[in-house]
């Protein structure tokens, strides 16, 4: 771990303490397997996520790290051939289970992509089309509201406050990828899953999303699957390494880069592998 | 009550409980408890619980009660004897039918007389015309009819309205905060979606059944030997000792003129508009590109009727003068031929063969191209050698869809390649093919039943049948083609 | 220019050529890329002839010769017994021709009494005038007794003459005009009586044995009723199949058949839509023969299978990211297809639905089948009365001997060939201006 400088370190580790304090479980999986068609990609995954705090999975790629994720939400439903077994809960309530409903469900559960995907409509329309949907603004002041609150929490409103009608397709890569986040926030979700949101991104970009990921961990509970192990170590609280479908080791962030219990997740952070 | 003033009701009372349900739903939102579905999806719901079972009972209703007054008058008709002034059942039903709906024009309390004669008058002056061998005794049935009509309309009316309030009604007291009205809408959506892709497939049957039917009663009176493997297409007349009364219908000649016909058209278009793909996909700079393919495409939006007429005005009469000029007499190339047929229907597949090679050509990869130009060998020689027999499967697929084309064509032919199905080899004669002759046994004034119109069934079914395989397998060679490539 | 270079160069010169017979692979490599340039000039020349010829013959149908007589309705020729107070019907069985007859011997200035000269105007003017001039006394008895001026079709002959297509060499017995009407035309056209007006009937008359008084007008208005009817019901049903097929369907055997159908029913030939048409529409259902309605049905069924497989495509471009945004916010499938999908896909099933109806507009042969090919002369008032179709009335026209019928045709061409072309030229524009990279 040579690349990650001692001050950064000792951030993680001061937060940690803080956030020690009210540990309550938001979601668990509880022996995850994913399936596509006959292929087993996902073996039996323990997994808690802690309210208000940034989880961040790890591993190489083809891991199953993000196929986790995407369990998270249920995204898998819309692969034909996929099919998940085990348990994921949601404030202890199975939602895999037939009186949950999947669009309910990924309101509170919102999710940020690998690749910004701004629908090709004004940054406002945007931003309103989640609210707008789940009915969350009755009145056009609400919605302006919702909208002005949404991007000050992405932190792009400044940049974006003159231009609400352009498209959001006209932004550069980290504006996009922060109106995204901001187009999740509108939603108010509980929890909110991001798959590589800055594998895309200039490392200024990268930069300016990891301090917003931050800030959002105060409201928000924040699944993150990154493959960058220092992004890991900045944003995160609780890390879990992921190798060949199965879950290596999981635990504080600080323990997972400075002492780790399995071999395979040494050798992955000093980077024998990955 | 007319089926039209119930459907309107039933669509008010959508409209209604729509209202009612969107207000309910939206009352509940109270912030108590997250609601499931926005309060328009309650309403939809109940516009949809309200209309579609009441409007499908009332279509059923209808169709229902219309074979019952059918048959019901059919009963009440007299016994058919052999002096029955009218000539069959089916003749008598339908006077009586169309009695019936004059007489509901007339005012309600005007006495009936009891003569068809006497009934005409009031009945003219209404604006209603009849056909003048209704019979007397056929007036109290129409009435009777009328009255048994009007009877159904009116319980159907009620049974449909008390089904549509009860939908509505069952609608609106399902609402409640957590009720997936949305999930039920949105699955009634995709039930019309199913439906309309299914549509595709009732197109298909209702094409076989609808052939396979008609065929089947040609061929009681024709047998399927004389029809598959006659030679002769004399159809008006019997050919004297063979054939029986009817004609012959011999399917030989009409298949070889199709195929001769297609075969000159497939000499004309594969050549010129292959060339023209590889030209498009290899030499051609983009801005010749630009003005030359929408050029080919709007070719190929000209309607074949264009083409046969320029067939039978212009090109026809040019070569019968050009022949007759070359041989300083009598010419030895007539107005309708096949030779003027296929070419003028090959410069109709120009563009459809060029289209179709042209995406053929352009998905051989690149890597095959650079390899051989890498050897040093010139672009028609990569071409030659490469690309073509790369692309040969798909470029055979797309022959065939394109002789499939031609097989099917009907007004070129019709107009140009002439009606007497003659059997020849010499290309500068008329021959006549399966759509000409369909055309010619369905647009005359032929009783339908007879074998002179059924005809035009059994030999859309054997076009249809020659055209489904060629499609089936040229499809079949084309998407494995490109599989290859992906 | 280094020492290395020409150390290099050197050394190539040095090595043996081989002969590769390079020039006779390069006249093969300009033959070929000649071949290939003839090809398509032998396309577009096809395509010029084609246009050429059919504008030369039909230009010419967009004027129509008229003349222009002062009419004296006169009560003695229309009404000599005085009896139309009582009996309206006199005023339509009137003599009107003699009317028209009259005008023009007097404007001639030919002896009223000189019957074998007066014979010879037969044929001069159209029948038309007979309704033409009965209309005129129907909107308004008043004019009887009066003097107006009426613009009277010329009869086809007549009008050819007047266009200069009448080869006047030919010996009179042989031609349709005589030397006697040619020396009457050339003296109304010195007046200015007669003259070439732009033919409005040819876009508003219906059915007509006489070509002159013979139009498109129920033609146009039947392919409007098919256009209106394969719009309504093939786009709704073809965006709707396409929907499902593309967002919603599994992979099963089901969907692979309706697939296979669809693929299979775009190369069907069309007739054999017209025979399902007459068999199940007309003798099966019992719809009404040579109507709009029917027609428009069996190109509905025909156009569907192109409309589908455009509106699939332009589905599937629509990147799969677009769809995860959606979903992941909670859209609901039906919300992300028709909040996000469908208006991006819009541009491309429109370009698909326009070249299906244009396809649809010129096609002719499921129609004849259908009882379209019919003798119409009133306009059809609802899509379920008798009507014609645009390439079915270039087909009958087609059928006519007349030289004149020739001339509409090619003019009726020249229309449907604007109205294709336009929407063709509009679907590639749209196609070009809406097209998206993702």
Not at chain 3, 67 to 90: G, M, Q, W, Y
Request: hydrophobic share 50%; glycine share 8%.
């Amino acid at each position: 771990m040579n690349i990650m400088t001692e001050q950064s370190l000792e951030n993680a580790v001061g937060e940690k303490m803080s956030a020690k304090s009210n540990e309550v479980i938001k979601m668990r999986g509880d022996k995850v397997g994913v399936f596509y068609g006959e292929k087993q990609a996902l073996f039996d995954v323990n997994l808690d996520v802690r309210l208000n705090q940034v989880t961040a999975l790890i591993g190489p790629s083809g891991c199953g790290k993000s196929t986790f994720l995407r369990c998270l939400n249920r995204m898998n439903d819309t692969i034909d051939s996929a099919r998940v077994t085990g348990k994921i809960t949601l404030d202890e309530e199975d939602i895999y289970d037939k009186s949950i409903d999947v669009v309910e469900l990924r309101a509170r559960v919102g999710m940020v992509f690998q690749k910004p995907n701004p629908f090709p409509k004004s940054i406002y329309e945007n931003v309103a089309y989640g609210p707008r949907i789940h009915g969350l603004a009755k009145r056009k002041a609400d919605m302006d509201q919702v909208v002005e609150s949404s991007l000050k929490k992405a932190a792009i409103w400044n940049e974006v406050k003159d231009r609400l009608q352009e498209p959001g397709t006209g932004l550069s890569g980290g504006q996009q990828q922060r109106l995204c986040i901001a187009r999740a926030i509108a939603v108010s979700p509980e929890v909110i899953l991001m798959d590589e949101p800055c594998s895309a991104l200039d490392p200024i970009a990268t930069a300016r999303v990891e301090e917003l990921i931050d800030e959002l961990r105060q409201n928000y509970t924040i699944v993150i699957v990154t493959h960058s192990m220092q992004q890991a170590a900045r944003v995160s609280q609780r890390t879990a390494m992921f190798h060949l479908g199965y879950l290596v080791e999981e635990g504080a962030t600080d323990k997972m880069f400075t002492n780790p219990d399995d071999q395979r997740t040494q050798d992955y952070i000093t980077g024998r592998f990955g | 009550m007319s089926s039209l003033l119930v459907l309107a009701i039933v669509i008010a009372i959508g409209v209604v409980a729509f209202f009612i349900g969107r207000q309910r739903a939206a009352a509940h939102d109270n912030g108590a408890v997250k609601p499931h579905s926005r309060a328009h999806y309650h309403g939809w719901w109940a516009f949809l619980l309200a209309v579609l079972p009441a409007v499908l009972l009332l279509a059923v209703w209808t169709i229902g009660s219309s074979f019952y007054l059918d048959r019901h008058i059919r009963a009440a008709l007299p016994e058919r004897t052999a002096d029955s002034k009218v000539a069959s059942e089916a003749l008598d039903v339908s006077l009586v039918k169309s009695l019936a709906k004059g007489l509901r024009k007339l005012d309600a309390d005007t006495a009936l007389p009891a003569t068809f004669a006497e009934l005409q008058p009031p009945l003219a002056a209404k604006g209603v015309a009849l056909a003048s061998d209704t019979q007397d005794y056929m007036i109290p049935i129409a009435v009777e009819a009328n009255a048994v009509q009007s009877r159904l309309g009116l319980f159907g009316a009620v049974i449909t309205l008390a089904l549509s309030i009860a939908g509505a009604f069952y609608a609106l007291r399902q609402i409640a905060p957590r009720a997936r009205a949305r999930n039920n809408v949105e699955k009634l959506m995709l039930w019309g979606l199913l439906a309309a892709s299914t549509i595709a497939i009732l197109t298909t049957v209702g094409i076989v059944l609808s052939m396979l039917f008609q065929t089947i009663t040609f061929f009681e009176s024709v047998s399927p030997m004389g029809f598959f493997f006659g030679t002769v297409w004399d159809p008006r007349f019997a050919a004297a000792g063979s054939g029986g009364s009817q004609g012959q219908f011999g399917l030989i000649p009409l298949l070889a003129g199709t195929l001769y016909i297609a075969l000159v058209a497939l000499v004309v278009a594969v050549p010129v508009g292959l060339m023209s793909a590889v030209y498009m996909a290899e030499y051609a700079s983009p801005r010749v590109r630009s003005v030359v393919k929408p050029a080919l495409e709007l070719l190929a939006g000209i309607p074949t009727i264009v083409y046969g007429i320029f067939a039978v005005v212009t090109l026809g009469p040019f070569l019968r003068d050009l022949s007759a000029a070359l041989t300083g007499g009598s010419p030895f190339i007539q107005g309708q031929s096949i030779f003027t047929a296929g070419l003028v229907m090959g410069i109709m597949l120009i563009p459809v063969v060029s289209s179709l090679s042209d995406d053929i050509i352009t998905a051989v990869p690149r890597a095959m191209r650079d390899g051989s130009l890498g050897l040093g060998a010139t672009r028609s020689e990569t071409i030659k050698r490469v690309i073509l027999p790369a692309a040969l499967p798909g470029i055979v697929g797309a022959i065939l869809l394109t002789a499939s084309r031609a097989i099917g064509e009907t007004m070129i032919v019709v107009l140009a390649a002439g009606v007497a199905a003659n059997l020849t080899v010499n290309p500068f004669e008329a021959m006549t093919t399966i759509t000409v002759k369909i055309v010619n046994q369905l647009t005359g004034d032929l009783e339908f039943n007879s074998p002179q119109t059924l005809v035009a069934f059994a030999l859309g079914l054997t076009l249809f049948v020659l055209t489904l395989v060629m499609n089936i397998v040229a499809l079949y060679i084309v998407r494995k083609y490109r599989e290859q490539y992906e | 220019m280094t020492d290395i270079s020409m150390d290099t160069m050197a050394r190539a010169v040095a090595h043996p050529r081989r002969d590769i017979g390079l020039k006779g692979r390069y006249a093969a490599e300009r033959r070929f890329r000649i071949y290939g340039a003839v090809a398509i000039s032998v396309g577009l020349a096809f395509l010029a002839i084609m246009l050429i010829t059919i504008v030369s013959k039909g230009y010419t149908a967009f004027w129509q010769t008229t003349v222009t007589l002062p009419i004296n309705f006169d009560e003695k020729v229309i009404d000599p017994s005085n009896k139309r107070a009582t009996d309206p019907s006199v005023l339509i069985k009137a003599n009107y021709p003699k009317l028209a007859e009259n005008a023009l011997v007097a404007k001639l200035g030919i002896n009223p009494d000189d019957k074998p000269m007066i014979q010879k105007l037969k044929g001069f003017l159209s029948e038309g005038a007979r309704v033409q001039l009965r209309n005129i006394v129907a909107a308004d008895p008043s004019v009887i007794g009066t003097t107006r001026n009426v613009d009277i079709l010329a009869a086809a002959n007549l009008d050819s003459a007047f266009k200069g297509q009448i080869d006047l060499s030919v010996e009179e017995a042989r031609r349709k005009v005589s030397d006697q009407q040619i020396a009457w035309m050339d003296k109304l056209k010195a007046d200015g009586a007669m003259a070439e007006h732009f033919n409005t009937g040819l876009f508003t008359y219906g059915a007509s044995s006489r070509p002159e008084t013979s139009g498109m007008g129920v033609a146009i208005i039947g392919s409007f009723y098919m256009m209106v009817i394969v719009l309504l019901l093939a786009l709704p049903i073809g965006v709707a199949a396409s929907i499902y097929l593309e967002e919603f369907a599994k992979k099963n055997r089901l969907t692979d058949l309706i697939e296979v159908n669809i693929n299979n029913l775009a190369a069907v030939p069309s007739i054999v839509f017209g025979l399902l048409g007459l068999a199940v529409f007309i003798n099966f259902l019992g719809m009404p023969r040579s109507a709009a309605f029917v027609g428009g049905l069996v190109l509905t069924l025909m156009t569907l299978p192109t409309i589908i497989i455009a509106t699939r495509a332009a589905l599937a471009a629509v990147p799969p990211s677009i769809r995860s945004a959606a979903l992941g916010l909670g859209a609901s499938k039906m919300q992300m297809v028709f909040h996000h999908i469908l208006p991006l896909a819009a541009p491309g099933i429109l370009t698909g639905t326009i070249i299906g109806l244009a396809r649809a507009l010129g096609e002719t042969a499921p129609l004849l089948l259908i009882g379209m090919v019919a003798f119409v002369a009133d306009y059809p008032k609802t899509p379920f009365d008798p009507a014609t179709a645009l390439p079915v009335q270039i087909y009958m026209w087609a059928n006519e001997a007349e030289r004149a019928f020739v001339e509409r045709m090619s003019g009726a061409i020249i229309i449907l060939l604007v109205f294709l072309m336009a929407m063709n030229i509009t679907a590639i524009v749209l196609r070009r201006r809406f097209e998206r990279r993702w």
